[in-house]
């Protein structure tokens, strides 16, 4: 049925396991503390009305063993960039070096408390002051925010800093100008900042459509959200003159950096025009996704916006030592506790010192990866846009679609071919997209593979539909009814006596 | 460079392949004259040996070597290695988000198994797959109750941690949101009068935080009672998570708000750590984060799934219940591992301990003349006390003998200058906390 081949994967065993719930037994136990060295309390008396009696109902019981093998039997059911190429578009699942892992937990940073003294936090704050001038000599900036825990946050920070802006000259403006290509945090966000979203189109190459924009930018734009390359994949070729349009009108241009993996080493959104952007510490700079976080969002701005930052603020002393102002009359205040995720900051540091100015190299390979494919998979697959592309390539399923098989099905086959699905249906502007995002992390041989892969799902396409669109046939589970988990939700463990109460 | 899969030959052929005679081609779209012509003034390249290095120097500069009794949101607690050898398999590490469940179920049981644990935790009915941290969740929880209720006031107790508050404050200001801060009393817990004044049909939300920032013990029940009384919701935020072994679940609360920190996460100079948002089922529907449910394959077998997405931004885009992507997957199972580790007993033993020992720390340092407990509330390992000198001094005083001193409360409450809050956990021995004691005593006997 499939060309053994091509085939990278192979059928291995898979233990079954339940939840740890099911495997709990009272008695057992898989921690223990040291002894008690001062003297032992009575905890009901201590606190009275307040004291929970039972204890944690519902907390396993299990030994330690019990505990390594069910996590372990858990692990070997996901796929993993350890495992092999994860072409997730707008993702940039690079390789997460693992000496960033060593270095985050040494003694002396990953034990270190927020709250203690500036004098005896001078290493931390010299990571942080460095990481900071690295990610501002990569995007051309002038000042630099490390708090914001994700992208998402990274983009509700600029916003907040460009209406700071706005709101001292008068008037925080009404709305924010968004591309139909845009990530779904782009619009979701601008509401939270107070701002209507206005949708911009683009145009039949997959650009901002400029004279279209000339229309929508009017002093009621707070902003223009931009992801440069967009989503497509393309470099927005016109954006200094987008940055000209808005400027004009005293409206602000905001980069999403999500794929600054296009750009890094070889142009700067400082240069282009930029006036804030976030960057993801966990795209661009390999910290681990982790199944879905932590990440950082770093929010780099031009001058103008330097007053607005979020406290604190890291500044230099005399004699080169590291503090933290706090005082700092416009800043829009905090958008977390603490000072960010320093752990994953300090993976970002680790990457970027690895590479240092030979980062430009990742960037190529990243590009020249993605070409490759685009130059081999061009023909079997639609492409609706065909202006080059930088680090990413984005094709449709139109071809396939003939023959009842979309983005999904041939998503869902590629898994019996060893490889993690693309990135399905979106963007949105392209009806059944797949979009490809191979990374700087693939070799030669891994992205031959991932194109005979795809080459043959195409074959089965047109041949055996029912095969693709019934895949994947090789997982220790099939497709999920994603429909009933959805009407009937189960979002919990319950014990067996108590699930009639869970239907209520 | 070593992450790098290529030779030069092979970069030449698939240049080839392309089509294009150089790999500045490909960057064709760019406009000439904003292409870099210089390589970035970046330090490196560091081989890994010199990357150690690096962060081993840095490490130095930091304080180890001292004793801390710094908590107020970030603690030390025991975290057995089990815990990083689970996190450090590449399967977890370096998987995405489980949007395609058929190769991703290690991911998504143990999500299931996180919300699970919270919900027995809290004595809530649903948790999410996790937020950002304490601070955010606490946010996101107001901005939950404003959707449910339809109503833009909402009164924090002033016992909430300053930087919650502060970042609810960030949020807020644009969304319409008005925030008021609702005072503490002698005890050291909620100012339930001052809160019965302040409510009214207009309020969305009572936000407390229990044990408090002082870390008193709040009484949840009259506060959702005068809550509820007026129609608001009661958000309960929880920023030490450990005191939930010992302490009754906040059943009261319509939304639990907590920081998973103390749950196998070292303290991390503030990060990463974990936030959940735990509450009622009937509210589910405009809970922000994701969501992993319980379903069956083709073959009926049990799986799991990413669910009701249909509240997420990457589906509802302007009408999502947040803007929140990426949240703290890797964290949220540092705090599964750990908490399957600690067990139903674990988690009972180890919040006895910090109980016990902070109960000695403070009786120890009520002989000191003239130190006297700040507030009266029962606490769990953190406590306030006021001295009869500045807290600052104490605490420079403390730095010599390699102790990082409590807490300086003044910085945040005007009101509370001269008060400590100290925090001790089963980190601490009991020599160290005797030694903390003289080194206070000392400090206060120094002639000034």
């Given at each position: 049925m499939m060309n053994e081949k091509i085939k990278k994967a192979s059928r291995h065993t898979n233990q079954n396991e339940g939840l740890i719930f099911e495997k709990s037994s009272p008695g057992k136990r898989a921690f223990e503390l040291p002894p008690l060295d001062v003297p032992a309390i009575d905890a009901s008396k201590a606190l009275g009305g307040f004291y929970r009696k039972e204890g944690v109902e519902g907390f396993p019981e299990v030994s330690e063993i019990e505990v390594i093998r069910h996590f372990t039997r858990l692990s070997t059911w996901n796929y993993a960039i350890d495992l092999g190429m994860y072409p997730l578009g707008s993702c940039t699942m690079k390789y997460n070096p693992r000496v960033n892992e060593y270095v985050a937990r040494l003694a002396g940073i990953a034990t270190e408390h927020p709250y203690q003294p500036q004098e005896l936090s001078q290493g931390c704050l010299r990571i942080l002051s460095l990481l900071e001038k690295c990610l501002l000599e990569i995007t051309g900036m002038d000042a630099i925010t490390l708090q914001p825990a994700a992208g998402a946050q990274g983009e509700l920070t600029g916003l907040l800093l460009i209406r700071a802006h706005h709101q001292k000259h008068g008037n925080p403006r009404k709305k924010v100008l968004i591309p139909d290509s845009a990530h779904g945090t782009n619009p979701a966000t601008a509401v939270i900042a107070g701002y209507e979203v206005e949708n911009i189109k683009s145009n039949a190459d997959g650009q901002v459509d400029i004279e279209h924009l000339r229309h929508q930018v009017t002093e009621d734009a707070a902003a223009l959200m931009l992801t440069n390359p967009s989503t497509l994949g393309i470099f927005e070729q016109q954006i200094p003159q987008i940055a000209e349009i808005l400027h004009a009108k005293g409206a602000l241009l905001y980069m999403d950096g999500a794929n600054m993996n296009a750009l890094t080493g070889v142009t700067r959104p400082g240069d282009l025009g930029v006036d804030v952007m976030h960057l993801n510490l966990h795209k661009t700079f390999s910290t681990p996704h982790g199944g879905g976080g932590p990440g950082a969002g770093p929010v780099a701005t031009k001058k103008i916006l330097e007053p607005f930052l979020p406290i604190p603020v890291l500044v230099e002393k005399e004699g080169g030592r590291l503090a933290l102002d706090f005082q700092r009359k416009e800043s829009i205040g905090r958008v977390r506790a603490f000072g960010g995720n320093f752990g994953v900051l300090v993976r970002a540091l680790a990457y970027i010192l690895a590479y240092g100015p030979g980062v430009r190299q990742a960037t190529e390979d990243a590009v020249l990866n993605a070409n490759y494919i685009r130059k081999h998979l061009e023909g079997t697959f639609d492409l609706p846009y065909t202006r080059p592309s930088m680090h990413e390539v984005v094709f449709s399923d139109a071809i396939q679609k003939k023959h009842g098989v979309n983005t999904m099905d041939i998503a869902k086959r590629l898994i019996d071919y060893g490889f993690h699905p693309y990135t399905t249906a979106f963007p949105l502007i392209v009806p059944g997209a797949l979009m490809i995002e191979p990374t700087e992390s693939e070799s030669k041989e891994e992205c031959d593979y991932f194109i005979d892969a795809m080459k043959s799902v195409a074959e089965e396409a047109e041949k055996n539909p029912e095969l693709v669109k019934s895949a994947p046939h090789t997982t220790r589970i099939r497709r999920l009814d994603e429909v009933g988990a959805a009407r009937k939700p189960i979002l919990r463990w319950r014990p067996a006596a108590k699930r009639g109460e869970a239907a209520d | 460079m070593r992450y790098l899969p290529k030779s030069t030959t092979e970069r030449e052929q698939m240049l080839a392949a392309i089509g294009v005679k150089s790999i500045e081609e490909l960057f064709s779209s760019i406009p000439e004259a904003y292409r870099l012509k210089n390589p970035l003034n970046l330090p490196g390249p560091l081989s890994e040996a010199e990357v150690i290095q690096y962060f081993q120097a840095r490490g130095a500069e930091n304080s180890t070597g001292y004793t801390s009794f710094l908590g107020a949101g970030v603690y030390s607690h025991f975290r057995s290695v089990v815990t990083d050898a689970i996190l450090q398999r590449g399967e977890f590490l370096t998987s995405y988000t489980p949007y395609?469940?058929?190769?991703?179920?290690?991911?998504?049981?143990?999500?299931?198994?996180?919300?699970?644990?919270?919900?027995?935790?809290?004595?809530?009915?649903?948790?999410?797959?996790?937020?950002?941290?304490?601070?955010?969740?606490?946010?996101?929880?107001?901005?939950?109750?404003?959707?449910?209720?339809?109503?833009?006031?909402?009164?924090?107790?002033?016992?909430?941690?300053?930087?919650?508050?502060?970042?609810?404050?960030?949020?807020?200001?644009?969304?319409?949101?008005?925030?008021?801060?609702?005072?503490?009393?002698?005890?050291?817990?909620?100012?339930?009068?001052?809160?019965?004044?302040?409510?009214?049909?207009?309020?969305?939300?009572?936000?407390?935080?229990?044990?408090?920032?002082?870390?008193?013990?709040?009484?949840?029940?009259?506060?959702?009672?005068?809550?509820?009384?007026?129609?608001?919701?009661?958000?309960?935020?929880?920023?030490?998570?450990?005191?939930?072994?010992?302490?009754?679940?906040?059943?009261?609360?319509?939304?639990?708000?907590?920081?998973?920190?103390?749950?196998?996460?070292?303290?991390?100079?503030?990060?990463?750590?974990?936030?959940?948002?735990?509450?009622?089922?009937?509210?589910?529907?405009?809970?922000?984060?994701?969501?992993?449910?319980?379903?069956?394959?083709?073959?009926?077998?049990?799986?799991?799934?990413?669910?009701?997405?249909?509240?997420?931004?990457?589906?509802?885009?302007?009408?999502a219940t947040s803007n929140i992507c990426t949240n703290q997957a890797l964290c949220a199972l540092a705090a599964t591992v750990h908490l399957t580790l600690l067990g139903k007993v674990g988690i009972r033993e180890m919040a006895e301990q910090n109980l016990a020992k902070a109960q000695f720390t403070l009786s120890e340092l009520e002989k000191i003349p003239g130190l006297k407990r700040s507030f009266t509330a029962p606490f769990f390992n953190e406590f306030a006390v006021e001295l009869p000198r500045s807290v600052k001094m104490v605490n420079t005083e403390l730095l010599r003998s390699k102790i990082v001193g409590p807490y300086v409360l003044g910085a945040a409450y005007p009101e509370l200058s001269k008060h400590a809050l100290v925090c001790v956990t089963e980190t601490t021995s009991r020599a160290q906390i005797e030694k903390f004691v003289a080194s206070v005593k000392a400090a206060l006997e120094s002639p000034l």
């Open positions: - | 395609q469940a058929e190769i991703a179920q290690g991911t998504l049981q143990a999500i299931f198994e996180f919300q699970t644990l919270m919900c027995e935790l809290t004595g809530q009915e649903v948790a999410n797959a996790s937020m950002y941290d304490g601070s955010t969740a606490t946010t996101e929880s107001v901005l939950m109750a404003e959707r449910l209720t339809g109503r833009q006031r909402v009164l924090v107790a002033r016992s909430l941690h300053p930087e919650y508050r502060e970042v609810l404050r960030t949020y807020a200001k644009n969304s319409g949101l008005k925030v008021e801060e609702i005072g503490f009393r002698s005890t050291g817990t909620l100012d339930l009068s001052g809160l019965k004044a302040a409510l009214r049909d207009d309020v969305c939300a009572v936000v407390i935080q229990s044990p408090n920032f002082f870390g008193a013990i709040e009484s949840l029940a009259p506060v959702a009672e005068a809550a509820h009384a007026a129609g608001a919701l009661l958000v309960v935020a929880v920023a030490e998570a450990l005191s939930l072994g010992l302490l009754k679940p906040p059943t009261e609360a319509d939304i639990v708000a907590m920081e998973g920190q103390s749950f196998g996460l070292a303290p991390s100079y503030g990060g990463p750590f974990v936030g959940v948002i735990a509450s009622r089922e009937k509210f589910v529907r405009q809970m922000p984060g994701r969501l992993t449910g319980q379903t069956i394959d083709q073959n009926g077998h049990r799986g799991f799934v990413l669910t009701l997405a249909t509240r997420e931004q990457h589906i509802r885009r302007e009408k």
